[in-house]
């Protein structure tokens, strides 16, 4: 079975690791990195195939910048965003509005996750942070 590739660019440390330790515990998926510096993110994603990446924004309904740039560059990355409040998670696609998960529990980002990369042609990519 392939796994689902995450890349991980999470804020506070905690967070970062409990991001991890529920992606790492499905049989499915897993953590293939962790990145906090956004150009750094940009840098990783240009050279290594990643089937997702998950990140945690400032502010709950913020949208990070670097989003927008990595879509319309890769369109076939999935990226989902995380209050750090655990308010609300947000889904990103290329030339699609962005999707709020309300419940942004353990198992509905994991069923999130792993419908969308299903469902993609050939790349599977999230953000996690």
Known sequence: MKK???LVSSRPK???EVIRNLINSQLDMEVV???LDPLQLYLYIQKTHVHGIVITPLNANGEPKICSILL???HHLKILTL???SEAAYL???????LRIDDPSP???IDTLRSVCDNSNG?????VG
Do not use: D
Not at 92 to 98: D, I
Not at 123 to 127: A, D, E, G, P
């Open 4 to 6: 689902i590739k995450l």
């Open 72 to 74: 319309n560059e890769q």
């Open 92 to 98: 990103y696609q290329f030339g699609m509005k962005r």
């Open 14 to 16: 905690l967070l970062s």
């Open 123 to 127: 790349y599977q990519t999230l953000l």
């Open 33 to 35: 990195g962790e990145v």
């Open 107 to 109: 198992q509905s980002i």
């Open 83 to 85: 209050s750090s409040k």
